[in-house]
């Protein structure tokens, strides 16, 4: 299957600090990231979707101006937590969808391999 | 908006038996995937169902979608330590639009 790749894969900061989170499609164009956030023992929470060359859509109740999002290229959507808070801990996993060529029914999400954050 | 409910919560077996997760959902499924995840990390694509009564297999993990399209389960045959992790179901699409949508998970354990 195709491969997405994060980075970094774990990072610590202080309280107040930014911290930038990058996912690369590798071998296949994304025009659309997902990024999720997940905590201990529960399943995944849509945090925002990013398309290339726009704006980033958030869902409700995520602060579009805590977590900055931007696509700027097919393969690479970044996250930034900005101002980062001891309550922004995390496993923030982010996802590629790869078009089929039956419509978006066919569309595969591939996931990268998660980034955990703490911040002290 | 779709939900998918997944069963069992958690399983613990002992290696070598079979066991199935089921995920339903509330509205009709037009692609459904199950992935699998092992503690801490990313997400392991598995297998993406599309036709009703359609069943994949990868090595000894088998899926079916139902004929109705609400319901898929996942079956593992003489399970074995590797297997332990947690189970996913997701659904990418809605009609014509794409929403991603996931299950809560089914948490696996495979006793020695």
């Known amino acids: 299957g195709a491969v997405v790749s994060q980075h970094p894969s774990r990072v610590i900061c202080k309280s107040g600090t930014s911290v930038k989170i990058e996912c690369r499609s590798l071998d296949f164009q994304a025009t659309t990231m997902f990024w999720y956030r997940q905590f201990p023992k529960q399943s995944l929470m849509l945090m925002a979707t990013?398309?290339?060359?726009?704006?980033?859509?958030?869902e409700q109740g995520v602060e579009k101006d805590k977590f900055l999002i931007n696509h700027a290229s097919l393969t690479l959507s970044t996250l930034t937590v900005t101002s980062a808070h001891p309550e922004d801990s995390s496993f923030y996993i982010c996802?590629?969808?790869?078009?089929?060529?039956?419509?978006?029914?066919?569309?595969?999400?591939?996931f990268g391999p998660g980034t955990r954050l703490t911040v002290l | 908006s779709q939900e998918l409910e997944q069963s069992p919560q958690s399983l613990i077996v002992q290696e070598g038996k079979n066991l199935t997760i089921n995920c339903t959902s509330s509205?009709?499924?037009?692609?459904l995937y199950w992935y699998k995840q092992k503690y801490g990390e990313g997400l392991i694509f598995l297998m993406m169902l599309q036709k009703g009564g359609e069943e994949k297999s990868h090595e000894k993990i088998t899926a079916k979608l139902d004929e109705k399209k609400q319901q898929s389960s996942l079956h593992i045959t003489a399970s074995q330590p590797s297997h332990a992790g947690i189970y996913l179901c997701g659904a990418g699409s809605s009609g014509g639009s794409y929403i991603p949508t996931f299950g809560r998970g089914t948490s696996l354990i495979v006793h020695p």
């Open positions: 990013s398309n290339e060359g726009s704006k980033a859509t958030y």
């Open positions: 509205k009709t499924l037009y692609g």
């Open positions: 996802s590629a969808r790869e078009a089929g060529s039956g419509g978006p029914s066919t569309d595969t999400q591939y």
